[in-house]
């Protein structure tokens, strides 16, 4: 694992793109962050609350200094965040984390759901830009709460929506869409899943990994104390020597290799 | 120029902050923010005899004026501590203070032993998580115990004993009292209270464990009144612990009679919230006219009955 830098910047809001009623991609001056920020990686922003919200890293121009993180907005933090003004200065703590490993992957699937999409955009073009195919798929509950389609197209070799609904491009699930990806272009030695999104889309995810022997990193969302590895608050269920132990999801995470969850522990 | 030194017993520290409990790992992660010799002291993770994985998630639930977490003392056990984390942390140039967690008395002694000639400051006995179903706050809310644990750890101990105190009983003078009787160096308070949050939309505790420790600038008010009414029931030094996140925090712990102070929870919202404090104290001592910060120690001059 590489060291974390440790890092605390003032950040400038440059703008905020409204995708729907809820989700917005907020546009950050963060330079060092944009420096330093790897694919899986999370920043953690003051909300006006008492603890730091963590969000994914959904794009980066270090040039520009640009740190984008796409926000869904839930509740206090995040409507607060999402209601800043152009140029509100907010503290940035991170990027932080063990982000998604890029080395000995060729071809990679790149699945996603909820909030988890997000920081998906980023991982995708650093894989496209180290040559690597990518295959993307991500699944709403309907069409009309599909995000972010064309950016997805443009850094996938495939891109496929899944929506439960049907009307997307593949009728299910975000794993339905990980079926048909497959279906079509299927593994080389170096192949690689790679998924963010609620527990029931991950725990989908490995079983289908499972089922088809592949291999494959989770991104998990824990509620967070501080973000940076001093409290246990981010609990992690993990299998050490076959027993249940607990990593920390700011530290060892957000990103884990799938076979070392503890899938029965994880609620 | 300002003497930020404070002394605890027989201890001298270069300035009255110390990393509480449970907030601040066994150091490595915060060294990448800032040197750890700029702190008083650092008090570790709550370590116990054998590995323990904690409690099951969530652990977290955020609240006004500050949060619960029910933890549940993970950690890699007192071998692992001394082998891997020690080490590394007393070369870093500040005082270590070893909070240690037990089931009994025995577990409490053979801790206490464990660290002989290990080259730290102090131990620190938990005597007040309340995270745990056996020993911590169970111990530290019965006086005849927490002499009895003081006592038997006294007898082994090579550095101070410290006892920290559970701010979850009625009396808590009753239980200083207790500590100083069974021999503690100094006492240090308070632990968090306990407390509770429910989703109302699945009606389920936020917190698995049900119930969790409420610590963060809320529980101030508490602590400094508990800190106080301690420092008038004892002659041992008092260690002020609870929702300190400013420079005048420190100040006001100091004045209700605390010869040091421990920060928790500020840590976990701004990693640099210790060094932030230590370089706003000298300007605000200036501007109080005091010269020493020891000399603050239970200066506060409570109003007497009947006064006008
Ligand atoms: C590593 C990581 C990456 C994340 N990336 C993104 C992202 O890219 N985009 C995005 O929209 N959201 C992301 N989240 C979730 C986001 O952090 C929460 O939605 C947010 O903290 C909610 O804050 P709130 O004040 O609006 O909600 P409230 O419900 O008011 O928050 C109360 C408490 O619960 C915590 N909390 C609530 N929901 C979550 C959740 N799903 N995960 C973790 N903690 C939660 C909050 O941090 C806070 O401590 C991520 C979470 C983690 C752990
Ligand atoms: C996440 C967390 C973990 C803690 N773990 C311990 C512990 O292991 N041992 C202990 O004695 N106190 C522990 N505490 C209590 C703190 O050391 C401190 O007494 C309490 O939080 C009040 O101070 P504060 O308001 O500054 O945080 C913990 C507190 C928090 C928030
Ligand atoms: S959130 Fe504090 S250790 Fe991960």
Redesign the interface.
Known sequence: MTMNARLKETAHVTGIEWLDSENALLRLNAPEAARLAQPGQFVLLAAGQMLNRPFGVALTDPDAGMVTVGIKKVGIGTGALLDLEQGSAIRLLGPFGHGFSLDNVNRAYVIGGGTGIFPLLFLLHVLRSRGVETFAGCGFRTLQQALLQEDFSDVSDQYLTACESGGGDVSGTAVDALDALYLGHGRTERTRVFACGPIPMLRAVNRWCETHDVAAECSFEARMGCGFGICRGCAVPVLKAGALDYDRCCVEGPVFDRRLIAWEALS | MIDMRVRVGSLVFDNPLLAAS????FGR??S??YRLDRLGGIVT?AVTREPR???????????A???L?A?GL?NPGIDSVLRDELPWLLKQHVPVVVNIAGRDLSDYVVLTDNLVGSGISAVELNLSCPNVKTGCMAIGSEPDLIEAVTRACKRVADVPVWVKLTPNVTHIGDMAKAAEAGGADAISLINTLLGMRIDIRTRRPVIKNNTGGYS?PGVFPVALRMVHECSQAVRIPVVGIGGIHTAEGVIEMMLAGASAVQIGTA??????AMPDILDALPGLLTELGAEAMAALTGAVQPWQEGAR
């Open positions: 449970g907030t601040y790992g992660e915060m990448e923010f993770k994985i904690g409690n099951p998630p969530h652990r977290i639930a955020e609240t004026g500050g949060m977490n933890v993970q963060g840590n976990l919202i701004d990693p640099y």
